[in-house]
């Protein structure tokens, strides 16, 4: 050991006596010094403007904009102008022949110079402390075991590119063929992430020896023992490769003896590095406060309770707009998507099939048109380079399942062993059309227990979840596309005729917009139900009051007459805009985050409810018009044509109106969950995600809050976590001027000062 801390003094003492490793320490500074105060700054601007700011440390540090994701993307180009000399001036000046002939070995040369090259990344990891500690006092609550997370990822990083340039180094008596062959070997790494990825094992090692992208989990806050082996096993290979190069010419070895121990080593790297990248044998360690880089507990319970193995099969139709995300490119990136799953039940086996179906795709026929399906197939395929042998016909995969229900769109199947599947789709999201946690864990949750059923009235009229009509409820139901749809949620749903029973596993009944009245026999079963407790949605419409008014009135509650209206320039004077109550809030979390981003509820034709509270039923106004402008109008019922005017003689005047409310009550050992509202057009098809100038609404997370509520808060799946408390920065816009002053200016010039000393120094010895 002594003679390895001798070597690795004497190449410190080389290198800092030379301009390569100050040039290196300055620049390297003033960038991460730009950097970081262009990242700092943009957080002082925010609070400033009164925007909310929050999680930032990650926001300085990681994510997408934080200073170590960015110089780990600059790392590459100092290094190699470090690690360029550390062989080739011994070999360039002969002085490698005295290291042979004194007692020291080729291990203590290796490691002695590699040793040298650790100590000069904890100086460059150093400066970047500087920054954290800097950030530990400006910033409320900052996060230190992220930042840690970061640097740790950083220095490993640092290592392997400097025992990637060891060994390089080791190869040329020149020492730019050195730096270029390093860079030449990080490109390789880089790239080879993307080749080979059509052969499945293959593909699992090239993903593996990528070294682009393996701070990202450090950086963003999750320690992965996958990510710590690869660092340790690219490190031991060069510096192996390094010891077996100078044996070579210390002892004149054959090339063919070479190039086997080469091979032998490389081979053992890719065996080790395989297996710790199997899921069975990776953990993790999530750094963040408030363990935002795992699964929440809701998800985690689900897995629990997921006993036995779980199979995912990718159905990638060709001919489908988004089969890119299923390629044989892609499938790692892909699986990448599960890796939080997989932590908990890495026995996950993912698959991918391929085919060709008919899809609905007008972009389709106008690219190709005349060809036959089987021509459009081979077209693509060509494009893409994906062997056609591997891509089943429509009738091959037919045979072995029926992906017509889903339109044969890109869908993944899960399985379990007993047999329990389910679908799992992706969206029509233009930013990301990828399942989040919610939607997985809800699929996963469909696998493991029974979910709420939402039942549907037909039969006089009411509003469909089957149809696509604009009135109709399929788009919040059971679009599937549609990423916020019940069935994409975690819910059932079915159609219910009140001729029959209703089944007794209907968790939530809908009734929206009768329009003819219900028989005495449909009557009593719509009041069983109640009587025994049953969840219920009632939704009714201007000049629907005489047929829905006797379906509620038992509940204490009516449809006022008339209909509500709100003259405004630019909108029909019945579209209506509600706000959410305080009360609605503490029923959901999903209508307090509406109430908090001060999103409104939007019903094109409504009617005001009226209520009496002596019937058992605690009732909760959730959503109410605005205080002026708005009133119940009697008179017009023709709001194209006519002009609506405020008559008070006719009891017309401005109030505000309820127009949702929520009635509890505790019934049969449970409580009993009623939504009355006074528009049925406010879910339908048309409504759901239309957007108006000037009006925030939000009503699918209306359908989201309150069916959370009406399920017992069993779905959709509450995947909350804390709010990171890192969330003030203690640093105004003149603090900021100064601290760009002293991090850009200051810091580059207290390096600048020290080279000069040392210079001056060395010249004066």
């Known amino acids: 050991m002594n003679m390895i801390f001798k070597i690795a003094k004497t190449e410190l003492q080389t290198l800092f006596y030379s ?53 780990q993307q600059y790392l590459y180009l100092y290094i190699p102008l470090l690690t360029m ?200 360690y999530d750094t963040t406060r408030t363990k935002q880089r795992t699964l929440t507990m ?75 399906m089987r021509e459009q197939m081979k077209r693509i395929a060509k494009t893409i380079d994906l062997d056609t042998n591997k891509i089943k016909t429509p009738e091959e995969i037919r045979t072995l399942i029926d992906l017509s229900s889903e339109n044969n769109r890109f869908v993944r199947l899960l399985e379990r062993e007993n047999g329990e599947k389910t679908f799992l789709r992706i969206y029509d999201d233009f930013m990301n059309p990828f399942p989040k946690e919610s939607e997985i864990s809800a699929a996963f949750k469909r696998l493991v227990m029974e979910l709420p059923i939402v039942g549907f009235v037909k039969g006089h009229g009411e509003r469909s979840c089957t149809q696509e009509g604009d009135r109709d409820y399929k788009h919040f139901s059971q679009d599937k596309p549609f990423r916020y749809a019940l069935i994409n949620q975690g819910f059932d749903i079915a159609e219910v005729d009140l001729q029959h029973e209703i089944p007794s596993n209907i968790t939530i009944l809908v009734i929206a917009d009768v329009r003819s009245p ?47 209206v709100k003259p405004s320039e630019n909108f029909s004077p019945d579209l209506i805009v509600s706000s959410v109550t305080k009360e609605a809030g503490e029923l959901s979390y999903l209508l307090e985050d509406m109430r908090k981003q001060d999103y409104s509820f939007t019903t094109p034709g409504c009617t005001g409810l009226n209520y009496v509270t002596d019937k058992g039923f605690e009732v909760i106004p959730l959503f109410k018009t605005d205080t002026t402008g708005c009133w119940n109008e009697i008179e017009t019922t023709n709001f194209i044509d006519d002009t609506v005017r405020m008559n008070p003689v006719k009891g017309e005047r401005e109030e505000i109106f309820t127009t949702v409310l929520a009635l509890r009550r505790d019934i049969n050992h449970k409580e009993q969950r009623i939504i009355i509202m006074g ?22 997370s209306f359908v989201l809050g309150t069916f959370f509520w009406m399920s017992n808060e069993e779905v959709p799946i509450d995947i909350r976590r804390p709010t990171p408390p890192d969330n003030k920065v203690y640093v105004g816009e003149s603090g900021m001027k100064v601290t760009k002053f002293g991090l850009i200016g200051g810091l580059s010039l207290i390096l600048i000062f020290f080279a000069i000393f040392i210079w001056i120094r060395r010249r004066g010895r």
């Open 518 to 564: 219900f028989t005495p026999k449909e009557m009593n079963t719509l009041n069983t139900y109640i009587a025994q407790g049953g969840n219920l949605i009632i939704a009714g419409e201007p000049k629907r009051q005489a047929l829905m008014n006797p379906l509620i009135e038992q509940l204490g509650v009516q449809f006022m007459p008339g209909c509500l």
């Open 679 to 700: 528009d049925a057009d406010c879910l339908s098809n048309s409504e759901v995600e239309m957007r108006r100038k000037g009006i925030r609404a939000a009503n699918y």
């Open 85 to 284: 000399g550390l062989m080739s001036r011994e070999l360039s000046s002969g002085s490698i022949k005295l290291l042979y002939s004194s007692p020291v070995t080729n291990k203590e040369i290796v490691l002695g110079k590699y040793f040298a090259m650790l100590i000069y990344g904890l100086v460059l990891i150093g400066i970047l402390a500087i920054y954290v500690l800097y950030s530990a006092c400006t910033i409320k609550a900052f996060d230190f075991t992220v930042a840690l997370s970061g640097l740790l990822g950083l220095y490993l990083l640092i290592c392997a590119y400097a025992s990637i340039g060891l060994f390089m180094s080791s190869l040329t008596s020149y020492q730019v063929v050195s730096a270029m062959g390093t860079l030449a070997i990080l490109a390789a790494l880089s790239l080879v992430r993307g080749m080979w990825q059509d052969i499945e094992f293959v593909r699992d090692i090239t993903y593996w020896l990528s070294i682009n992208g393996r701070a990202d989990e450090f950086v963003n806050g999750l320690i992965c023992s996958e990510d710590i082996l690869y660092f340790l096993i690219v490190i031991a290979l060069f510096l192996t490769l390094t010891i077996l190069r100078l044996q070579v010419i210390r002892q004149k070895t054959s090339w063919t003896i070479a190039w086997g121990r080469y091979i032998g080593v490389f081979l053992i790297a890719i065996v080790l590095g395989y297996f710790s990248s199997r899921p069975r044998f990776m953990s993790f």
């Open 19 to 71: 301009p390569v490793a100050w040039l290196i320490l300055i620049v390297f500074t003033f960038q991460a010094s730009i950097l970081f105060t262009g990242t700092f700054g943009m957080s002082v601007r925010s609070q400033a403007l009164e925007y909310e700011v929050g999680n930032l440390t990650l926001f300085t540090f990681g994510g997408d904009y934080g200073l170590f994701t960015h110089i």
């Open 298 to 372: 809701n998800s985690q319970d689900i897995i629990k309770k997921m006993e036995g193995g779980l199979t995912i099969t990718t159905y990638v139709n060709i001919l489908d707009g988004y089969m890119y995300y299923g390629l044989p490119s892609s499938v790692k990136s892909d699986m990448n998507r599960f890796k939080m799953y997989r932590r908990f039940k890495p026995e996950i086996d993912m698959k991918y099939v391929y085919y060709y179906d008919t899809v609905t795709s007008r972009s389709l026929s106008l690219r190709y048109p005349g060809m036959t």
